[in-house]
C-alpha cells in the first residue's frame, strides 16, 4: 500500500497529542486521519491510560473503519479493535480502540460522566456538524473547563478530527488549543457544470433520470476510472441503479478505453441501511476491463474513501432532517448541498490521479440555490432528546450550554416544552422519575413514553416488537413495478386482517410474531413481501430493548396499574401515552387535520394498511409524515377521542418561557 499522507507526521502528531489535552487536526479526506491516527496512538502506548475511543457520525463508517483498521491490525474485529452503533455492540473487555457513534458516545457519558475507561476521545468528522457530534464537543469543553469535579477529565486528551476549514473556530472554541493540519496529496479535478437541471427542479423530483443518463455518458465516453455518484437516500439511489442495469444492458460496452477494454459497469449501491457484507464490496478493485460504478449518499463525502475513483457524478442534492414548521417536526427533505459540500463531493475524483466532477445542476443553480455552507444539524432539527440528555447529566441550564453554533431560543425551548408534555421534566425544568427512566433507551421519545406505559400495564410484549420494528429499516417491501405493488400491498393487508385489526402498528405485531412462530421464516417473507434480514434485526432489537425494560422495571420505583379493557383498546391507549403529540381528526374527504395547533392538512399514506379506509375513520395516530407534494402520515393506528381527551390539553398547558426561567435559575 502506498503510504499515507499522515505516515510523515506519525512522530510530530503523536507528540502534538502528547503535549495538549485538546488538539485539532484536519486534513484532506483519505489521508489517513481516522483509520492510523487511533493505531499511531496505540503504538505510542496510550491505551495504558485507558481505551481509544473514535467517533464518528454514521453508523456504516464506524463500522467499516473499525473493520480496516482490525484487519490493517492483524487482530479480529470486536477484540481489540471493535465497535458500538446502535443495537449492535462488537466489542470485548479487550477492546482498546473502539469506533463508535455519537450517539453511543454520548450515552456512554450517561452512564458514566468523567469517561473513567477512556484515554483518549477522537471526535471525528466534526465539519459534518451532526447534532450528537456537536453536543459532545459542548460537553468535552464543559467538563474540561470544570476541572477537577471529574476526576478523569483532567488527563483526558480530547482530539477533533474535520476534513475541513472551521478548524480555527473550533481551535479558538477549545481555548485557542493548537490545529495540526496533515499536509494534502491531492490532484487536481476539473469541475463542469452540466446543466442538465435546474432551478425548476428545486423541489429535487427530475434528478434520479438526468443523475443515471450522465453516468452513462461518462461511461461511454471517458477513459478507464471508477465513477462515483452522489444521490440522496436509498430509494433514489436503488431507482437509479435498477434504471442504469436496464439502460447498460442496451450498450454495447466494447470498445477500447485507452489500453483497457471496458466489458461493463459494475454497478455498486452505498447507503446507510445497507447490509455490511455488501457493503464490504464497495471496497474491492472491480474485475479486469470492468468500470466500477458507486451510488453512494453523502456518507462518500467524507466519511469513507474508495480508491481508484477518477469521476464524480454529482446530484446537487442531499436528504437530511429539517425541522418543519408546517408540521411541527422533524421530517426527511431533500434540499440542495452546500457549495462546500460540493467541494468536497468532487474532491472524491482527484485522489489517486487527475479527476472529473460533472455536476448536473448548472452555474445558476450553484449561485441562486446553494449556500455557502449547511446548517448545522443542531439548529434544524428537533433537540428533545439531547436536551433530556443534557439534563440527566446535570446540565439545568441548557440554553448557556456551550454550544460551537447556538440553536435559536425557540427550539430549546419546544424541546423543553415536548419533554414537560411527556412528563420527563417537571414545572421546575427537573428531570422525574419517568425521564430518567426514558433517556436510557436509544429510540424517540415518544415511543419511549409508549413503552413505559405498556410495562406499567403489564403488555410490554406487545409494544417491544413494534418498538423494535420502528427502529429498523422498513420491513414491507414496496416493489416499483404497479402490478408487483398491488400484490405486495394486497399481501400485507392479509397479514393486518389476520390479526383481527386493521392498523399498521398491529400489522407490525403481526409480522413479527409470524416470523417468530414459522418455522421457515424466510420462506413466509419472501412470500408476503417482507424483509426478512430486516426483521431479523429486530428481533436482536427487541431482545436488547427487552433487557433494558427489565433493569428499569427492577428499579424499585416502578409502579404498575390494572386495565380494564379488551387487548385492543389497552394497546391502543398504550400507543397513546406516546403518541398524542401526532393526532388528527378527519375533516373533508379522506383528509385529516393534525391537533397539535398547527392544524396542518394530512393524508394517509398508500403503503398504510388504512389507506382507502378513510371515511371510516373519525381520530388517528401516526408515526411519522412524509412531505412531498402532500402531506402523508405513515403507520396509522385508529383511536378514540376519549383516549387523548385528557392528554391533548398538555400540548397548550405550560408555557416553555416558564420552564426556560426556572432553566436559568
Ligand atoms: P481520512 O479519515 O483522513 O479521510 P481514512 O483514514 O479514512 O482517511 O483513509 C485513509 C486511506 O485508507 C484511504 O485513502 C483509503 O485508501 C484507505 N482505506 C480506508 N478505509 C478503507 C477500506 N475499508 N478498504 C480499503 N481501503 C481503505
Ligand atoms: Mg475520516
Not at 427512566?437 to 415518544?446: A, R
Not at 433493569?551 to 380494564?564: L, M, P, V
Not at 393524508?603 to 381520530?619: N, R, T, V
Amino acid at each position: 500500500m502506498p503510504r499515507l499522507p499522515i505516515y510523515q507526521q506519525k512522530e510530530r502528531l503523536v507528540e502534538a497529542v502528547r503535549c495538549n489535552a485538546f488538539l485539532v487536526v484536519t486534513g484532506e479526506t483519505g489521508s489517513g486521519k481516522t483509520t492510523q491516527l487511533p493505531q499511531y496512538l496505540f503504538q505510542a502506548g496510550f491505551w495504558k491510560g485507558g481505551k481509544i475511543g473514535v467517533t464518528q457520525p454514521r453508523r456504516v463508517a464506524a463500522i467499516t473503519v473499525a473493520q480496516r483498521v482490525s484487519h490493517e491490525m492483524g487482530f479480529t474485529l470486536g477484540r481489540e479493535v471493535g465497535y458500538q452503533v446502535r443495537f449492535d455492540d462488537c466489542t470485548s473487555k479487550d477492546t482498546v480502540i473502539k469506533y463508535m457513534t455519537d450517539g453511543c458516545m454520548l450515552r456512554e457519558i450517561l452512564a458514566d460522566p468523567g469517561l473513567t475507561q477512556y484515554g483518549v476521545v477522537i471526535l471525528d468528522e466534526a465539519h459534518e456538524r451532526s447534532l450528537n457530534t456537536d453536543v459532545l464537543l459542548g460537553l468535552m469543553k464543559k467538563n474540561h473547563c470544570r476541572g477537577g469535579s471529574h476526576s478523569r477529565s483532567s488527563s483526558l486528551k480530547v482530539i477533533v478530527m474535520s476534513a475541513t476549514l472551521e478548524t480555527e473556530k473550533l481551535s479558538a472554541f477549545f481555548g485557542r488549543c493548537p490545529v495540526f493540519t496533515i499536509p494534502g496529496r491531492t490532484f487536481p479535478v476539473s469541475e463542469q457544470f452540466c446543466n442538465l437541471i435546474g432551478p425548476k427542479d428545486i423541489d429535487g423530483s427530475g434528478y434520479v433520470k438526468e443523475v443515471v443518463n450522465m453516468v452513462l455518458d461518462v461511461h461511454t465516453s471517458e477513459t478507464a476510472g471508477d465513477i462515483l455518484v452522489f444521490l440522496t437516500g436509498q430509494s433514489e439511489i436503488e431507482r437509479a441503479c435498477d434504471m442504469l442495469f436496464k439502460k447498460a444492458e442496451a450498450i454495447d460496452y466494447r470498445y477500447d478505453v485507452r489500453d483497457r477494454t471496458v466489458d461493463g459497469l459494475l454497478i455498486l449501491p452505498l447507503y446507510g441501511s445497507m447490509p455490511t457484507d455488501q457493503q464490504r464490496q464497495i471496497f474491492q478493485p472491480p474485475p479486469a476491463g470492468v468500470r466500477k460504478c458507486v451510488v453512494a449518499t453523502n456518507i462518500a463525502a467524507t466519511s469513507l474513501t474508495i480508491s481508484g475513483i477518477r469521476y464524480v457524478v454529482d446530484s446537487g442534492f442531499v436528504k437530511q432532517l429539517a425541522h418543519n414548521s408546517r408540521v411541527g417536526m422533524d421530517v426527511l427533505e431533500i434540499v440542495p448541498i452546500s457549495k462546500s459540500e460540493a467541494e468536497q463531493r468532487a474532491g472524491r475524483a482527484g485522489r489517486t490521479s487527475e479527476g472529473k466532477c460533472f455536476r448536473i445542476y448548472g452555474r445558476e443553480f450553484w449561485e441562486k440555490y446553494m449556500p455557502d455552507y449547511m446548517v448545522p444539524e443542531i439548529q434544524r432539527t428537533s433537540l428533545t432528546s439531547v436536551i433530556l440528555t443534557l439534563k440527566c447529566l446535570g446540565v439545568h441550564d441548557v440554553i448557556r450550554f456551550p454550544y460551537l453554533d447556538a440553536p435559536e431560543e425557540r427550539f430549546i425551548l419546544s424541546a423543553l416544552k415536548q419533554l414537560y408534555q411527556f412528563d420527563a421534566i417537571d414545572r421546575r425544568g427537573h428531570v422525574t422519575e419517568l425521564g430518567r427512566q426514558m433517556v436510557q433507551f436509544p429510540l424517540p421519545l415518544g415511543l419511549t413514553r409508549v413503552l413505559l406505559r405498556a410495562a406499567a400495564l403489564g403488555c410490554e410484549e406487545l409494544m417491544l416488537p413494534i418498538a423494535a420494528m420502528l427502529s429498523v429499516e422498513n420491513v414491507f417491501i414496496r416493489p416499483g413495478h404497479p402490478e408487483k405493488q398491488k400484490e405486495a400491498e394486497t399481501k400485507h393487508r392479509e397479514i393486518a386482517s389476520d390479526a383481527g385489526k386493521n392498523n399498521d402498528f398491529t400489522m407490525m405485531l403481526s409480522v413479527f410474531e409470524k416470523c417468530k412462530s414459522s418455522e421457515s421464516p424466510s420462506s413466509w417473507c419472501r412470500e408476503n413481501w417482507i424483509h426478512w434480514r430486516a426483521v431479523k434485526s429486530a428481533f436482536s432489537v427487541e431482545s436488547q430493548l427487552s433487557e433494558i425494560l427489565l433493569r428499569i422495571k427492577q428499579q424499585r420505583d416502578f409502579s404498575t396499574e390494572e386495565f380494564e379493557g379488551s387487548q385492543s383498546e389497552l394497546f391502543r391507549q398504550c400507543l397513546c401515552s406516546g403518541y398524542f403529540t401526532n393526532v388528527a381528526r378527519r375533516s373533508i374527504g379522506k383528509s385529516f387535520c393534525t391537533m397539535d395547533g398547527h392544524g396542518s392538512t394530512v393524508h394517509i399514506h398508500p403503503s398504510s394498511a388504512l389507506f382507502g379506509e378513510e371515511s371510516q375513520l373519525d381520530w388517528i395516530i401516526f408515526h411519522d409524515v412524509l412531505v412531498t407534494s402532500r402531506m402523508y402520515v405513515r403507520t396509522v393506528c385508529p383511536i378514540r377521542y376519549e383516549w387523548v381527551k385528557d392528554l391533548l390539553p398538555k400540548l397548550h398547558e405550560v408555557d416553555a418561557y416558564e420552564l426556560s426561567n426556572v432553566a436559568r435559575e
